[in-house]
């Protein structure tokens, strides 16, 4: 998945989840965070980040916060961009058959999942978008989600093939674990899930300012 007209700039701060305030070219452009997450090791003052032009003239904000630096390494923490980069991914014949119908936002249950595909037999596909890094180790997630548990339950129940692909979105890390300290509620939820049979899968991202793409598998240790 790729951005149009991404500009650099440098975090000051962020005064709420939805809105963050960027120095660019001088002077301080209020713009959309598009991740309700707490992501408070990635948006530091003097970080450099990458704004996307929205293209939405009606908006309040012109840009949206796509991507941040951390270190030498870059992190999309576009929340939009796990699916749309798996909606790609899996069109190109990952997991699935290349041509398997594939709907996004399915509903099953009581309850909509990313992926819906037909192979013919319906399978369902959750996607968990991964910002979180401690010395190269990804987590999920970085705030309590009881919606991602009940999630993850749901998927256990299923009679069919069920699975959970964690995007990790940055590259280069060493594995993924679920963050039982922030989250014991999902941390028990995953390990039931993959006891239950549902395909735990990560993988990395390759990450420009202005794109990112799923990549290589990562190690999953529960």
Same mark, same amino acid.
């Given at each position: 998945?790729?951005?149009?007209?991404?500009?650099?700039?440098?975090?000051?701060?962020?005064?709420?989840?939805?809105?963050?305030?960027?120095?660019? =070219?001088?002077?301080?452009?209020?713009?959309?965070?598009?991740?309700?997450?707490?992501?408070?090791?990635?948006? @530091?003052?003097?970080?450099?980040?990458?704004?996307?032009?929205?293209?939405?003239?009606?908006?309040?904000?012109?840009? *949206?916060?796509?991507? @941040?630096?951390?270190? =030498?390494?870059?992190?999309?923490?576009?929340?939009?961009?796990?699916?749309?980069?798996?909606?790609?991914?899996?069109?190109?014949?990952?997991?699935?058959?290349?041509?398997?119908? $594939?709907?996004?936002? #399915?509903?099953?249950?009581?309850?909509?999942?990313? !992926? /819906?595909?037909?192979?013919?037999?319906?399978?369902?596909?959750?996607?968990? /978008? @991964?910002?979180?890094?401690? =010395?190269?180790?990804?987590?999920? &997630? %970085?705030?309590?989600?009881?919606?991602?548990?009940?999630?993850?339950?749901?998927?256990?129940? !299923?009679?069919?093939?069920? #699975?959970?692909? !964690?995007? +990790?979105?940055?590259? %280069?890390v060493k594995y993924?674990?679920?963050? /039982?300290?922030? %989250?014991?509620? !999902?941390?028990?939820?995953?390990?039931?899930?993959? *006891?239950?049979?549902v395909h735990i899968?990560? #993988? =990395?991202?390759?990450?420009?300012?202005?794109?990112?793409? $799923?990549? *290589? &598998? +990562?190690? +999953?240790?529960?």
């Amino acid at each position: 998945m790729r951005y149009s007209n991404v500009i650099a700039g440098t975090f000051i701060a962020r005064p709420n989840r939805f809105i963050a305030h960027v120095r660019v =070219d001088g002077h301080t452009e209020t713009v959309h965070v598009k991740n309700t997450g707490r992501c408070r090791e990635l948006l @530091v003052p003097g970080a450099t980040v990458y704004l996307a032009e929205a293209g939405n003239p009606a908006r309040k904000t012109r840009y *949206d916060l796509a991507a @941040v630096q951390k270190g =030498d390494r870059l992190i999309n923490m576009d929340s939009q961009a796990p699916n749309q980069a798996a909606l790609e991914w899996l069109r190109a014949g990952h997991v699935f058959p290349a041509g398997t119908e $594939i709907r996004p936002e #399915y509903t099953y249950g009581g309850s909509r999942f990313d !992926f /819906g595909l037909f192979t013919p037999d319906l399978a369902l596909l959750e996607v968990k /978008g @991964v910002t979180l890094e401690r =010395d190269g180790v990804v987590l999920f &997630p %970085d705030a309590p989600t009881e919606r991602g548990a009940k999630h993850l339950r749901e998927l256990a129940a !299923f009679p069919g093939e069920a #699975y959970v692909l !964690f995007a +990790v979105q940055m590259a %280069d890390v060493k594995y993924f674990t679920p963050n /039982g300290e922030t %989250d014991p509620a !999902f941390a028990a939820a995953l390990q039931a899930a993959a *006891d239950a049979g549902v395909h735990i899968l990560a #993988y =990395d991202c390759r990450v420009t300012p202005d794109s990112m793409e $799923i990549a *290589d &598998p +990562v190690e +999953v240790r529960l």
